[in-house]
């Protein structure tokens, strides 16, 4: 049973940071695509960016580029979304994903086989 946990969320000003942790209960965390997704009140889950499962290889949602950053960090099976610059169109609970994959290829947009139960980012004005 694969479980994602994420962490990090809160409130910030608008022009803050936030970093998110998503921790994965997976033996072979190397082997894993993941991905952040975020909803806001009233829309529809939308896609943020996406990381392969070396870390080598990301994509971004052109909401977050230059802003977001996704990293991995394989001996901690944590994954992590940096966020500068943040607005307060960014509010929404952030949700990680993650897929077992044979290529090292990020996946935007998915599909994602496992999810996490979100946190939630909240940025004021």
Do not use: H
């Not at 803050?16 to 009233?42: D, E, H, K, N, V």
């Not at 392969?52 to 394989?74: E, I, P, Q, V």
Request: hydrophobic share 35%.
């Amino acid at each position: 049973q694969v479980q994602l946990v994420e962490t990090g969320g809160g409130l910030v000003q608008a022009g803050g940071s936030l970093r998110l942790s998503c921790t994965a209960s997976i033996r072979t965390f190397a082997t894993y695509a993941m991905g952040w997704f975020r909803q806001a009140p009233g829309k529809e889950r939308e896609y943020v960016g996406a990381i392969s499962w070396s870390g080598l290889r990301t994509s971004y949602a052109d909401s977050g580029k230059g802003r977001f950053t996704l990293s991995k960090d394989g001996p901690k099976n944590t994954m992590y979304l940096q966020m500068n610059s943040l607005k307060p169109e960014d509010t929404a609970v952030y949700y990680c994903a993650a897929v077992w994959t044979s290529t090292d290829w990020a996946i935007p947009g998915g599909p994602y086989e496992y999810w996490g139960q979100g946190t939630q980012v909240t940025v004021s004005s």
